[in-house]
Nanobody
């Protein structure tokens, strides 16, 4: 089992920034691909970003590419999501996800491709 705990959500004005953190425990962190999904009210969960241990394996959704940056600190068992130039449409509950790296297959945007989910953290962007 992998336990994921997100933090860092909050209220921010449009154009502002937030950094989300996700602390993982329970298994060897470096063996897992780590990512983020989000879910806005009345909408399906949406893929945001995913990263394996290697920095060469990072994918973003088109909606956040160029504004959000995913990174991981394997020594701290933590994955981050730096969110810049936030827009009201970024308002959602953000979920940290994890999946054994060798079991993660394309398309990486499928929610069903990730076995482990955090409880979520709310991000609200005001206009």
């Amino acid at each position: 089992q992998v336990q994921l705990v997100e933090s860092g959500g909050g209220l921010v004005q449009a154009g502002g920034s937030l950094r989300l953190s996700c602390a993982a425990s329970g298994r060897t962190f470096s063996n897992y691909a780590m990512g983020w999904f989000r879910q806005a009210p009345g909408k399906e969960r949406e893929f945001v970003a995913v990263a394996r241990r290697s920095a060469s394996f990072i994918y973003y959704s088109d909606s956040v590419k160029g504004r959000f940056t995913i990174s991981r600190d394997n020594a701290k068992n933590t994955v981050y999501l730096q969110m810049n130039s936030l827009k009201p449409e970024d308002t959602a509950v953000y979920y940290c996800v994890a999946q054994l790296a060798y079991e993660l297959v394309p398309p990486f945007s499928r929610a069903s491709g990730y076995n482990y989910w955090g409880q979520g953290t709310q991000v609200t962007v005001s206009s």
